[in-house]
């Protein structure tokens, strides 16, 4: 299993970023994908999820309306628009899978840094 996010950067307050996660080593499209962050002397937290076939979506009280997790399966690509992000959106960004089987797989990591 591979996961390996871009998209990351630096962005003004207010601004927009989209991250990609493109996927390998696995039959992608039958899993549910994941976005965590983890700001600096935080724990990790889930922003956002996806079902497999992108029917179902939930997101964390503080990006719902501002951010949007999206898939194509044809792909192997899960992506995280950004919107109207504010500083205390920074944080090193990951993307995440699972199994039934209690696995965990984890992306690098991309760093959005939201700054004036």
């Known amino acids: 299993v591979r996961l390996a996010e871009s998209g990351g950067g630096l962005v003004q307050p207010g601004g927009s970023l989209r991250l990609s996660c493109a996927a390998s080593?696995?039959?992608?499209?039958?899993?549910?994908m994941r976005w965590y962050r983890q700001a600096p002397g935080k724990e990790r937290e889930l922003v956002a999820e996806?079902?497999?076939?992108?029917?179902?979506?939930n997101y964390a009280e503080s990006v719902k309306g501002r951010f949007t997790i999206s898939r194509d399966n044809t792909k192997n690509t899960v992506f995280l628009q950004m919107n109207s992000l504010k500083p205390e959106d920074t944080a090193v960004y990951y993307c995440?899978?699972?199994?039934?089987?209690?696995?965990?797989?984890w992306g690098q990591g991309t760093q959005v840094t939201v700054s004036s």
């Open positions: 080593g696995f039959t992608f499209s039958t899993y549910r």
């Open positions: 996806i079902s497999s076939a992108g029917r179902s979506t």
């Open positions: 995440h899978t699972f199994t039934i089987y209690g696995e965990n797989f």
